[in-house]
């Protein structure tokens, strides 16, 4: 059974750099695309990113210019960073495993406040 | 960027059949937009119901099902069950990316 386990902080100050890592335990991350997606409060949810394990990335063009994804294959993990954060990206952040998304990381509730 | 078109609300009654809907702002969703739908539940992670437009997880109750339907994405509940009032997501993926619908809130009622 294929877990996902993510962490990372969860209070910033606007300007700073968001970091968030997604493990992956029960199975390799060879073979598929890792996705990253939020949901800011009581809103729907947005597809950030993904990376394949060879290094293949898609993302988001709205958010293209401040994210970073990558992914180390012997830790069997992948991270996501976010730069110049405000208000606007606070939100429930999550890894999945992207296609057929049928594994999820249990979200990383991410606040940007001065 | 493309935006997906969800109904934002729809009503079902208990053992009734409702049909959500997920349209692309580049046209008709193909089977290349591998359509995705998803559930959640308040407090709840996302599920996946709905993979490659009508493929089923093994987790996913028979009473739904995925389809073309008009040149949209369909997701079918028949015999709404009170624990289906959740809300619901569907994905489109394009060259590149993927983008979420808003949702549909569906309530049974």
């Known amino acids: 059974q294929v877990q996902l386990q993510q962490w990372g902080a969860g209070l910033l100050k606007p300007s700073e750099t968001l970091s968030l890592m997604c493990a992956v335990s029960?199975?390799?991350?060879?073979?598929?695309?890792w996705s990253w997606i939020r949901q800011p409060p009581g809103k729907g949810l947005e597809w950030i990113g993904e990376i394949h394990h060879a290094g293949s990335i898609n993302f988001n063009p709205s958010l293209k210019s401040r994210v970073a994804i990558s992914v180390d294959t012997s830790k069997k993990q992948f991270s996501l960073k976010l730069t110049s954060v405000t208000a606007a990206d606070t939100a429930l952040y999550y890894c999945?495993?992207?296609?057929?998304?049928?594994?999820w990381g249990q979200g990383t509730l991410v606040t940007v406040s001065s | 960027q493309a935006v997906v078109t969800q109904e934002p609300s729809l009503t079902v009654s208990p053992g009734g059949t409702v049909t959500l809907t997920c349209g692309s702002s580049t046209g008709a969703v193909t089977s290349g937009h591998y359509a995705y739908w998803f559930q959640q539940k308040p407090g709840q992670a996302p599920r996946t119901l709905i993979y490659d437009t009508s493929d089923k997880h093994s987790w996913t109750p028979a009473r739904f099902s995925g389809s073309l339907l008009g040149g949209k994405a369909a997701l079918t509940l028949s015999g709404a069950q009170p624990e289906d009032e959740a809300d619901y997501y569907c994905l489109l993926s394009y060259s590149g990316g993927r983008v979420f619908g808003g949702g549909t809130k569906l309530t049974v009622l």
């Open positions: 029960g199975g390799s991350v060879n073979g598929h695309f």
């Open positions: 999945a495993r992207s296609r057929p998304f049928d594994y």
